[in-house]
């Protein structure tokens, strides 16, 4: 199955996908919606052409609005009306077409912006790392630094004759 992307049963006000039975989509004199029933036949053609509408873009199959609009009313009393529901329909599928076009802008958004975040997770894990680095390097660095005043402290007690200590605080004093 594709994917849906869009609803065409609720923007042409069609029953849900479910149903097997179908009233007309016309109105009576009074406005209200017909009661007719649209024969089994023709409701199955009826939800072809509405699964085929909702796997493509909204506006990609407008040419079959009017067969569609000729199934969906019913024979008897509204036949007459397929201009009107035609035109209903255009308008729904305009704002479907909005709603659609948006809806791609939008994940094209969120796509770039995983993007982004994938890439900056990827650069605070690299920075992460190199501060890792850096405080090893800081804390050898230390340690070398303290070896080498050690060395420079035990050379100065041999050639005073003294501690290792007592010149550390001589060294210190100055």
């Not at 009826?46 to 019913?74: G, H, V």
């Not at 900056?120 to 070896?147: F, G, N, P, Q």
Request: glycine share 4%; hydrophobic share 30%.
């Amino acid at each position: 199955m594709c994917s849906i992307k869009w609803d065409p049963y609720r923007s042409f006000n069609n029953p849900n996908r479910g149903d097997k039975s179908m009233k007309c989509v016309g109105f009576n004199k009074f406005g209200n919606r017909c009661e007719c029933d649209i024969p089994p036949k023709t409701v199955r053609r009826i939800r072809n052409y509405l699964s085929t509408f909702e796997s493509q873009a909204p506006e990609k199959d407008i040419s079959a609005l009017q067969t569609l609009a000729e199934l969906s009313l019913c024979e008897k009393h509204h036949q007459d009306q397929v201009r009107d529901e035609v035109f209903e329909w255009k308008v729904a599928i305009q704002h479907a077409a909005r709603f659609y076009e948006t809806e791609m802008e939008l994940r094209e958004k969120d796509r770039k912006l995983k993007k982004v975040e994938k890439l900056l997770d990827e650069e605070i894990s690299k920075r992460r790392k190199l501060e890792k680095e850096v405080a090893e390097m800081a804390k050898e660095r230390k340690k070398r630094i303290t070896e080498v005043g050690d060395f420079f402290l035990e050379r100065e007690a041999k050639t005073r004759g003294t501690s290792k200590e007592k010149v550390g605080i001589a060294v210190v004093i100055r």
